[in-house]
């Protein structure tokens, strides 16, 4: 953590609302989109962002000030964003839950990504956007840690208490299923 | 350079490949494969495009009032605390320089208005208030006596009713627990015994803070 980092998280510790508001405001966007990644949810993400802070500031003392920040927040605002969907599901979910990582991966006999794929990344936002919101929460969760956080592989496994080989097989595997995904979607879709 | 890699081996390392996640080494053998295999090549590319594709998305917009009901839930109790710590403090020194400038100055009000003097009949008072408020101690420490023994029926009846109940009384029934409560009790009787203003005894601390 990085010296300024270490500085607002002391003066948080000393109740200064100052440093609250610019902790919270330093990272109110990336943990709503997170929770909204997650959830799929704006509403949801507005409760689990306000929760996260309010938890953030409450438990601040129990933060080990060796470990990224961001991690830490992210961990909570993720797990929370599991809670909202495990509530609607009323099934427990865990960004452990391997249940569906049983399916196929590469077929050797895939002749490989041919031009119309390529095209089919042209998709405007909103067809991209309902393509990702397929895949499962927990792939979700990892491709907006690596691709919209810019998270090294070592964090994402920190901050979703996941084992860094599974970071890598859950990547792969959420890669894999948007390309199954963009060629059934055949070309004139 | 030919490298031994498989193309399936290859497209599993692809992704972390294109993250720069992997070891140099592993990397390197990645490259050999890569510049013979124009299959695995595509394949690269297209995870990279997938990957700029998923960076670029865009996002949702912070909620309005978010930092807001934050703040409140946050900084709104523990604003309170401190304005109730400060309160508590301020009012405590208050009634503590209250009492001593009453010992001190009493002697003085008593005479100014016609009251009793002090040293008899208002001493007197307090001390019988003091006899009979130490006596309510005794009485317990008596009782305590008396009804340990069905304090400890109690306990075994409830044993049969749960641990948790157990547990707590389990605490209070130690002797430990018992020792402790009895030494604080002494401690506030002899603390007021040591600085209680004396009547009868010259030099008592009671009776220099009345001859401040
Ligand atoms: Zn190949």
């Avoid at chain 2, 208002?122 to 420490?141: C, F, N, Q, T, Y």
Wanted: net charge neutral; charged share 25%.
């Amino acid at each position: 953590m990085g010296g300024d980092e270490r500085d607002l998280v002391r003066r948080c510790l000393a109740m200064d609302e100052r440093a609250y508001r610019e902790l919270v405001r330093a990272y109110q966007g990336p943990v709503v989109n997170l929770a909204w990644r997650i959830t799929g949810s704006a509403d949801d993400a507005a409760e689990v962002a306000q929760e996260t802070f309010i938890r953030v500031l409450r438990s601040l003392s129990t933060y080990d000030p060796d470990r990224p920040l961001r991690s830490w927040i992210f961990k909570i605002a993720s797990n929370l964003s599991l809670d909202v969907i495990r509530r609607r599901k009323r099934r427990p979910v865990s960004f452990e839950d391997l249940s569906s990582e049983d399916g196929p991966t590469f077929d050797p006999a895939d002749p490989g990504p041919g031009p119309d794929e390529g095209m089919r990344l042209e998709w405007s936002d909103e067809r991209f956007e309902a393509l990702i919101a397929e895949l499962p929460e927990y792939y979700r969760a990892i491709v907006h840690l690596r691709y919209r956080e810019e998270m090294p592989y070592d964090m994402i496994a920190e901050t979703l208490d996941i084992p860094l080989g599974t970071v890598k097989v859950r990547l792969h595997r959420a890669h894999e299923m948007i390309r199954r995904k963009l060629i059934a979607r055949g070309t004139t879709s | 350079m030919k490298s031994n890699l498989t193309c399936d081996a290859c497209e599993r390392e692809l992704v972390a490949y294109a993250d720069g996640a992997l070891h140099a080494a592993v990397a390197r053998v990645m490259e050999q494969h890569l510049d013979d295999c124009a299959r695995c090549r595509a394949s690269l590319e297209f995870h990279r495009a997938i990957a700029g594709r998923l960076a670029t998305l865009p996002g949702i917009p912070v909620p309005p009032g978010l930092e807001e009901r934050v703040l409140r839930a946050v900084a709104g109790p523990r604003r309170a605390a401190l304005r109730w710590k400060r309160a508590s403090a301020a009012a405590l020194a208050a009634s503590f320089a209250a009492t001593i400038g009453g010992i001190a100055f009493w002697p003085r009000l008593a005479a100014l208005w016609g009251l009793p003097d002090p040293a008899s009949a208002l001493a007197r008072g307090i001390d019988s208030g003091v006899e009979s408020m130490i006596a309510i101690p005794k009485r317990l420490a008596v009782d305590v006596a008396f009804y340990e023994p069905i304090v400890r029926q109690v306990c075994r009846s409830l044993d049969a009713l749960g641990s948790v109940p157990h547990a707590v009384l389990l605490s209070l029934r130690s002797p430990e627990a018992q020792a402790a409560g009895v030494m604080l009790l002494s401690l506030g009787v002899a603390l007021y015994l040591l600085l209680r203003p004396s009547t009868r005894k010259e030099g008592g601390i009671g009776h220099a803070c009345l001859a401040l």
